[in-house]
């Protein structure tokens, strides 16, 4: 079990930049998801901690140990990659003992092994069948045989759900997760599923363009959203962005959106020009009595929860209402924020602006 | 696997496309059986017009095939008393005795060794460039390929007489080696080819796998790429081997004794002592057999060969 930490790791394919500069702390025992848009590297990340790929400038720590520019035979590391990758000419007991006959472990000790790994696993009745003729589920469960067998530093899981169907993959989420729980072992995760992400993750790292925009627990992501990127890639539907011209200062606690004056958390720096207010769906209540007003564009019922569109001054804007509040499309209406939620975006850089709610998540992010 | 909407065909279908292959598969097969039946005609039999399809079938050719033969006169004939065994029988009717046994067998043995070490190399090597093209960043990967292609742009005898001259300089002209190279360097190509081909279907996870399991590359390439390789490998190695044991102007040219192969050894036995079509027959039966052999025994990875990439789930 291990800590990793990644400093200033860097990836060029010729002219093209994957990472540029990545910084953050994996701890020990951690659930850690990587997520991103396809092509935001995240793979290429997860591949140079595990060795497929060679950094090309940066450093790597497995438990203290400086590995960036080691083989991956040395790292002692377990990867689950998304087509699962077992060994089509081997059965089922050989694939999950493969890595354990590499490092020259006695026979009996092997087999040993394998059936503890299977029993942890429920895929006893399928060692001796060969992987072809598995299911999906099955075929990813002996992948994760074969990554837990040998006890690594860490696990690698390169989308390991990807290729499974829906269905299937919420049962292979909640076994996933479970075995972590089980085993406590540091797990770095990949995917670009951002409720994946939500719902697994110890911690989150948001990427996009091989950069890390953000870095934090799920929650602190989700209500504090570092740039406009992740305020639109987390949640859905995703945190609406009221753009809007001002001059904001530090101390100031609203801002002006036309006429209407909207509460915000104080802030601490200050901007002038494009503005961005950034509300989550669920801080958005109609209110007659409020200055701020929408017209209803249209409704989708969700069972406990409608999302209602609005056409705002400052654009489209999506609120999560309960399904027993009565809409009529067409209608205008008033619409109030909750104040202590909601964050500022400078327009042109898509940073947040730091202010007395976020100022805490902000920080190490 | 796409789905692909098939209907089942009637009975009235199957009969129609069984009765059409079967109708080709006669029309192909008919030289080669002539081949075969020839083999055990006697020589009067072979030549004889109509041609004989029922016949008395005799070992004369084979018997011709293996020996070598001298007429002696009637008297010494009779000096040398009964024949002891059957092929002197066969041989005494035309009042001739053995004298020794033919080329045939040394030929034919230099066939195997030129023919399967050639295979053997090419695909050897073939496999080891292919994987390096398939997974490395090679510099100029795309124009090498193209190079290499391009060996096989004109015909390989349009350079027979460069490779001649270079062979005599070099004494490499009616030797083994010089045979196995030349039919190496021909079959090369087709060889990087077709198993680049089959080494990219091979998805580089697998590999990736084995190095994180602890494996260096070179075990990750034995332990996992070779075994699904091996489809292709065989396929591979069977077109090798046809042409290497087929070829025949090259053999003709470049050797003469000790490195010769069979076939241009079997038209010489037109020359010696008048048209022996039945030995002809036999010697051409018996240089069938053994890519007959090969391929049958390579038969079902040279199905899947043909069908990868339509099965792969």
């Known amino acids: ?365 | 696997m796409s789905a692909v909407s098939v209907t089942v065909p009637s009975r009235r279908q199957k009969w129609i496309a069984g009765t059409v292959v079967i109708i080709y598969a006669l029309v192909t097969i008919m030289p080669l059986l002539w081949i075969i039946a020839t083999g055990f005609k006697t020589p009067s039999d072979a030549i004889s017009y109509p041609p004989k399809v029922i016949f008395q079938p005799s070992l004369e050719g084979y018997v011709n095939l293996f020996t070598t033969r001298s007429r002696v006169a009637p008297d010494t004939l009779a000096a040398l008393g009964e024949p002891t065994t059957w092929y002197d029988r066969i041989v005494r009717q035309y009042d001739m005795v053995i004298t020794g046994p033919s080329r045939y067998g040394a030929r034919f043995l230099n066939s195997v060794i030129i023919g399967f070490g050639s295979t053997f190399l090419s695909v050897f090597l073939g496999t080891i460039a292919a994987y390096a093209f398939s997974r490395f960043k090679v510099p100029l990967k795309d124009d090498l390929m193209f190079f290499v292609l391009s060996t096989r742009m004109m015909p390989p005898i349009a350079v027979a007489i460069p490779i001649f001259l270079m062979y005599r300089q070099l004494g490499l002209s009616d030797t083994h080696l010089g045979m196995i190279l030349l039919y190496t360097a021909v079959n090369l190509s087709l060889s990087v080819w077709l198993l680049k081909g089959f080494i990219d279907e091979i998805p580089v996870e697998y590999e990736e796998a084995a190095l994180i399991d602890g494996y260096t590359r070179f075990q990750a390439f034995v332990k996992v790429v070779l075994p699904q390789a091996a489809t292709g490998i065989a396929s591979t190695a069977i077109f090798c081997l046809i042409f290497a044991w087929n070829e025949y102007a090259f053999a003709v040219l470049l050797t003469s004794g000790i490195a010769q192969t069979a076939p241009p050894f079997i038209p010489t036995i037109i020359g010696t002592g008048g048209k022996d079509w039945p030995a002809v027959a036999a010697g051409a039966t018996l240089f069938l057999l053994p890519v007959m052999v090969f391929t049958i025994l390579l038969r079902r990875h040279l199905l899947r060969g043909i069908t990868f990439g339509a099965v792969r789930k």
């Open chain 1, 1 to 365: 079990m291990a800590q990793i930490i990644i400093r200033n790791l860097r990836k060029d394919f010729g002219a093209f930049t994957a990472v540029q500069s990545s910084t953050f702390t994996i701890e020990d025992g951690e659930f850690f998801m990587l997520l991103g848009p396809s092509g935001c590297g995240k793979t290429t990340t997860l591949r140079m901690i595990a060795g497929l790929e060679l950094p090309s400038s940066g450093e790597i720590f497995i438990d203290g140990e400086e590995v960036s520019q080691k083989p991956a035979s040395q790292r002692d590391i377990a990867f689950v990659f998304q087509m699962f990758a077992l060994y089509p000419h081997m059965n089922v007991r050989r694939n999950i003992s493969y890595p354990l006959i590499s490092q020259g472990m006695p026979r009996a000790q092997v087999r040993e092994k394998v059936a503890e790994v299977a029993a942890i696993l429920g895929i006893e009745d399928l060692l001796d069948r060969p992987v072809g003729g598995l299911s999906g589920g099955d075929r990813q469960r002996v992948a994760l045989g074969r990554a837990i067998v040998r006890d690594p530093a860490c696990f690698l899981m390169d989308e390991p759900l990807g290729a499974l169907d829906a269905e299937f993959r919420e049962r292979m989420a909640e076994e996933l997760r479970a075995l972590h729980d089980r085993m406590g072992a540091t797990t770095i995760y990949v995917t670009h599923d951002q409720l994946e992400a939500m719902q697994m993750g110890d911690k989150i790292v948001v990427m996009n363009h091989g950069v890390v925009e953000q870095f934090g627990t799920p929650q602190d992501i989700y209500d504090w959203p570092a740039t406009l990127f992740v305020a639109n890639f987390i949640g859905s539907p995703p945190m609406n962005a009221l753009r809007f011209e001002g001059a904001v200062g530090p101390g100031q606690d609203s801002v002006m959106l036309g006429d209407a004056a909207v509460a915000i958390p104080a802030l601490r720096a200050q901007a002038n020009g494009a503005l961005v207010l950034g509300v989550r769906p669920e801080h958005v209540h109609p209110d007659d009595s409020a200055p701020y007003r929408g017209r209803v564009t249209a409704t989708e019922y969700l069972g406990t929860t409608q999302i209602v569109s609005f056409d705002t001054p400052n654009g489209p804007l999506k609120a999560r209402l309960p399904s027993s509040v009565p809409v009529a499309v067409g209608t205008t209406t008033g619409l109030r924020f909750d104040a202590r939620k909601l964050s500022l975006f400078d327009g042109s850089s898509g940073h947040a602006l730091v202010s007395e709610a976020n100022a805490g998540v902000l920080q190490h992010g």
